[in-house]
């Protein structure tokens, strides 16, 4: 009986103090800071460039250094990456790049066709912003116009391959394609 | 890098900003001003006697002889009503916006924070949309009783404001019964959220409505006999007589005046917060259990409806507290016959009479509000009960400590003179203010205890 | 009502009906089942006769893609196998794998997964019990865990580079040294969670509708956890004390100190859900611990061990296990030699915790159940893989 008693008052005294302690931590947050970033709009820096060096963000490929090794399209697990060879007509000797596409819509940024580069051409940008209205438009090809194949890059020896800085042909590119798609009866637009 | 489109309703205000910030103020002061305003000056004329007595000074028509006095008197009621009813749908509306800013701000969120100047508009634009969509009825339902059951519930919620009294003359009719009035009719809005769980033919709404029948029924009792302390102290059931036999001061307040009332005070609110299925007594809808519960198949205006009932009766709920233990409209420092002396004996009172109404008037919204805001912070910070433990917490904490508290007052009613009322009155709010300047420090102090964290008021 | 026969024939493996009974679907969309699972659920009311969770909404076929790409290939698809504590599936995967090729990650390797490990770790808790207090019916927690949740996040892209689906361990070794400076920030995030963790337990932990809602609600008794093979803090909280970091460890776990939480029935019986939830609070506590040593011996070195680009091991079997947030995180893979896994199968906590539910569920109410989904912490891509 009497243990009764004391755990009926001993709840009241529990729920007294508990809810004191909760209510007094909920209304100590009315004067700290909320940490909401208001992303897109009501940012000080553009959100990409607040992010570490390391993030992982939408491929790029500087393909001025790329030796056309072909270690990244084996490297990748699902398919992303698709790069064509030829010879070149004038030369026979060099070997061009005819085709360099990453289908970004596909990617799943894990970073593994990075890694066997031995240039560096391929990289991770910090962009992450390339919407598009259809999932087609997302294949971004590196080497435009099949026409004007690149030559393969030859590495010199105990010299860094002259890599254009990461993600400036990346924001160039995104910002000449336009946000809004052109219509599909359109001939297909080159991008980027 | 910013996206705008043509209609964004941010590019709007940041095109307009004078704009955005005008509407915010008509729709955050004008509105409920305004509102205030045709209730003091209609609620007080809703009488037939004075409706009859001013047709003959001002028109020399004889209304009481009138073969369409009851046209006119009925026209005075819509009106009055249609003031109760947008008055409710403002309030609704404006405490979404401050309990979605507040639960933000308690959670480090900002909360809606671009339509109109801080966000105010959101509700506006919430109702806009809502109102806009289609209102589906499911292919199951029972069709006629699905249709219906909002407005059961709205009746539920419109009713107490017949008796709500807003300030010293502004209340539609001060009923000699009105705590039972409110008692009953408040009631009704189960009677929306039985039908709307049933006629939804879902199981989830239909557990919601069993829920929620069942907690409205078993808290009414604590809520009732709670509510008969300050009517004992008073001496009568009616709402005005119950704030006139209180005073403007803290320690006149019935709350403070007797132990029992401070306890039964702590005893209505939890009630009416189950009444009112608020957190942590939010079971009928109930949202990681039942998904929405009573309203899960409701949608557009019906749901709209049921929302602005679930918020605005925050308003009855805290208004009920108010003025059975808070004092309700009284303002310190004048008494009863200051009223009388401003309202003089003319057919229309002096200006200064409606100054103090309006004071009177503003007394009550604060407290409601500060009232209001309680509800809003318990809701964030606790969690649901289980509904066992919900009819435990009625029927062995509440029922019992409500009737002990009754009979403590009878008999503090009988025994203890004037002069041991007023000294608890002090001592009681001494406590009171002690327990909030203690709070206050330990409020303070959780900000301290965080590595990081600092009172920082800025990111609104 | 109607009732869904068929459900009721395959779900329930029942045929008869009862008018007193309704069966109601918990999910699959259903705001507290974490994920596309279903309970189906045969109720009377507010008291539940059984409940039998209906899993493979979120079947992916993961175990199949593994013996279809390379061994290093795979990495990237076990970040999906539990998103919400990634570290955990990449980490078991390289242990597997290593294993089978017969090297060793080195010391530095070790220490970074480690400490990677463990901050995923209070990272995942914090979604655990956050989305806990929000199934009780409390909003407010999960915000703050979301927060704390997203300084973890910030530190781990320091680290290498995603937030979510890491990709951080590779066979032999791990794809990011630790950038300079970033030791000071994760002790500055652990000073400041030591002295959160406290305002959490202010908060909700020892809230009185919180422990009265947990506490006495879905017991697991000592023996029926080992029997129904829970794993992880479900098991701990049952007063077993197993971890695979202490009692089968692996990696850098031997050189530090640092204590297993287990349930002790404070507010109610062992093995109730409030144990099974404090656990947890605990267990981030002692994360920390374990990242404040890590951090000190940091050894110097190299984080890669020699591995060919396509490792080819030869034929035969291995097994890597470590103690995921959700308990032990198993996988098996098998070679034949070959550059892909001839089979590989991952064996996870949550799917083990689907087990027991319906042995929990009899007689117990609706909000019961939700309060019992939600202390076995469930992540629906790890129940279906």
């Known amino acids: 009986m009497a243990q009764g008693i004391r755990a009926y008052f001993g709840h009241i005294t529990d729920v007294v103090t508990t809810f004191w302690e909760g209510l007094s931590v909920t209304l100590s947050y009315m004067l700290r800071r909320p940490i909401t970033v208001q992303y897109p709009d009501r940012v000080e820096k553009r959100v990409a460039d607040t992010l570490p060096p390391r993030y992982r963000g939408i491929l790029e490929v500087d393909t001025a250094v790329c030796t056309g090794c072909m270690a990244c399209e084996r490297a990748c697990p699902i398919g992303v990456i698709k790069i064509s060879t030829d010879k070149d007509p004038g030369n026979p000797k060099q070997r061009v790049i005819t085709q360099f596409d990453i289908d970004v819509g596909k990617c799943m940024f894990c970073g593994l066709c990075v890694e066997p580069c031995p240039t560096g051409a391929i990289a991770h940008t910090r962009e992450f912003e390339a919407t598009r209205k259809h999932v087609d438009s997302l294949v971004f090809r590196w080497v435009p116009d099949p026409a004007k194949p690149v030559p393969f890059y030859r590495p010199v020896k105990g010299q860094d391959a002259p890599r254009a800085p990461v993600g400036e042909i990346l924001r160039r590119c995104l910002a000449a394609a336009s946000w809004i798609e052109r219509p599909s009866f359109l001939p297909e637009e080159r991008k980027p | ?460 | 009502m109607a009732i869904d026969m068929k459900i009721e024939r395959q779900i329930l493996r029942r045929t008869e009906t009862s008018d007193e009974e309704i069966v109601v679907n918990f999910g699959p969309q259903h705001p507290s089942t974490h994920g596309v699972i279903n309970f189906v659920t045969q109720t009377t009311g507010e008291i539940i006769r059984r409940s039998v969770p209906e899993v493979g909404y979120l079947h992916r076929g993961l175990e199949k893609i593994g013996e279809m790409v390379t061994y290093p290939g795979y990495m990237p698809f076990t970040d999906r196998i539990d998103y919400v504590a990634a570290m955990f599936a990449n980490e078991g995967y390289a242990l597997a794998v290593e294993r089978l090729l017969g090297i060793e990650a080195p010391p530095r390797a070790q220490y970074l997964r480690a400490i990677a490990g463990e901050l995923c770790r209070i990272s995942s808790h914090f979604i655990a019990v956050g989305t806990m207090a929000t199934d009780i019916g409390a909003a407010t927690p999960l915000t703050h865990g979301l927060r704390e949740r997203e300084s973890v996040n910030d530190l781990i892209e320091e680290l290498c580079g995603a937030r979510l689906t890491f990709n951080y361990h590779r066979i032999g070794g791990v794809s990011f040294d630790a950038p300079a400076g970033w030791s000071d920030k994760v002790l500055r995030f652990l000073d400041h969670l030591d002295s959160y963790i406290q305002e959490w337990d202010r908060l909700i932990s020892f809230n009185q509708i919180y422990v009265d809602r947990l506490a006495n609600v879905g017991v697991i008794t000592r023996e029926q956890a080992v029997d129904y093979g829970l794993v992880g803090p479900n098991l701990r909280g049952s007063g077993v004390q197993w971890d695979i970091r202490r009692d089968l460890s692996y990696g850098a776990y031997p050189d530090f100190a640092f204590d297993i939480p287990v349930g002790t029935g404070r507010f109610g019986t062992v093995g109730d859900c409030w144990d099974r939830y404090y656990v947890r609070v605990q267990e981030m506590l002692e994360s920390s611990k374990i990242i404040r040593q890590a951090l000190a011996k940091l050894p110097e070195g190299e984080i890669m061990a020699k591995v060919a680009r396509k490792p080819k091991p030869d034929a035969g079997e291995a097994v890597g296990r470590v103690e995921s947030a959700r308990g032990e995180m198993l996988y098996y893979v098998v070679s034949d030699g070959s550059e892909k896994a001839y089979r590989l199968r991952v064996r996870t906590g949550s799917f083990l915790a689907m087990g027991i539910i319906e042995e929990l569920s009899r007689g117990i109410m609706v909000a019961d159940l939700i309060a019992i989904i939600a202390s076995l912490d469930i992540v629906a891509p790890e129940i279906d893989r």
Not at chain 2, 205 to 226: K, T
Not at chain 2, 294 to 306: K, P, Q, T, V, W
Not at chain 2, 412 to 433: E, K, M
């Open chain 2, 1 to 460: 890098m910013r996206i705008t489109l043509g209609l964004d309703s941010t590019s709007l205000s940041r095109r307009y900003p004078r704009l955005a910030i005008l509407a915010t103020l008509f729709m955050a002061f004008g509105l409920p001003l305004g509102l205030y305003v045709a209730a003091l000056a209609v609620f007080p004329l809703n009488t037939p006697e004075r409706l009859d007595a001013m047709a003959e000074q001002w028109l020399g028509y004889d209304l009481a002889g009138s073969p369409y006095r009851y046209i006119v008197y009925t026209a005075f009621l819509l009106l009055v009503a249609f003031i109760a009813v947008n008055y409710t749908a403002v309030f609704g509306g404006v405490s979404t916006w401050v309990e979605r800013r507040v639960a933000g701000r308690m959670q480090s969120r900002i909360g809606p924070n671009r339509p109109g100047a801080a966000g105010f508009l959101s509700w506006v634009a919430d109702a806009v949309k809502m109102i806009l969509k289609e209102d589906t009825i499911p292919a199951e339902a029972d069709h006629l009783l699905f249709r219906a059951a909002p407005y059961f519930s709205m009746v539920g919620l419109l009713l107490p404001f017949v008796v709500l009294p807003f300030g010293e003359a502004t209340v539609v009719t001060d009923m000699n019964v009105g705590v039972f009035y409110v008692a009953a009719a408040s009631a009704f809005v189960v009677v929306g959220i039985l039908v709307s769980g049933w006629a939804s033919n879902s199981k989830w709404a239909l557990f919601g409505g069993i829920r929620g029948a069942a907690q409205v029924m078993s808290y009414e009792i604590p809520a009732g006999i709670a509510m008969m302390v300050p009517v004992l102290m008073a001496g009568t059931l009616s709402m005005q007589g119950i704030v006139r036999a209180q005073g403007g001061w803290p320690w006149q307040w019935f709350v403070f005046q007797n132990p029992a009332a401070f306890v039964a005070f702590f005893i209505a609110v939890t009630a009416s917060l189950a009444e009112g299925n608020r957190t942590p007594f939010d079971l009928p809808e109930a949202e990681s259990e039942l998904v929405a519960g009573y309203h899960a198949e409701y949608s557009g205006f019906r749901l709209a409806i049921f929302l602005m009932v679930e918020w605005a009766n925050m308003w009855i709920m805290a208004g009920l507290a108010v003025t059975l233990f808070l004092g309700g409209w009284q303002v310190p420092g004048y008494g009863a016959e200051d009223y009388a002396r401003l309202l003089g004996t003319g057919l229309l009172p002096a200006p200064g009479w409606f100054g103090l109404q309006l004071l009177s008037m503003l007394m009550f919204v604060v407290k409601t509000w500060a009232l209001v805001f309680v509800f809003i912070w318990l809701r964030w910070t606790l969690p649901r009960v289980r509904v066992d433990q919900m009819m435990s917490l009625c029927w062995k904490y509440l029922v019992p400590g409500a009737f002990l508290c009754f009979v403590v007052t009878l008999v503090w009613q009988l025994l203890v003179p004037p002069a041991g009322v007023a000294f608890t009155g002090y001592a009681l709010t001494a406590l009171a203010l002690f327990v909030l300047a203690k709070f206050a420090v330990a409020t303070r102090r959780n900000i301290s205890k965080v590595a990081g964290h600092r009172v920082d008021l800025g990111n609104w």
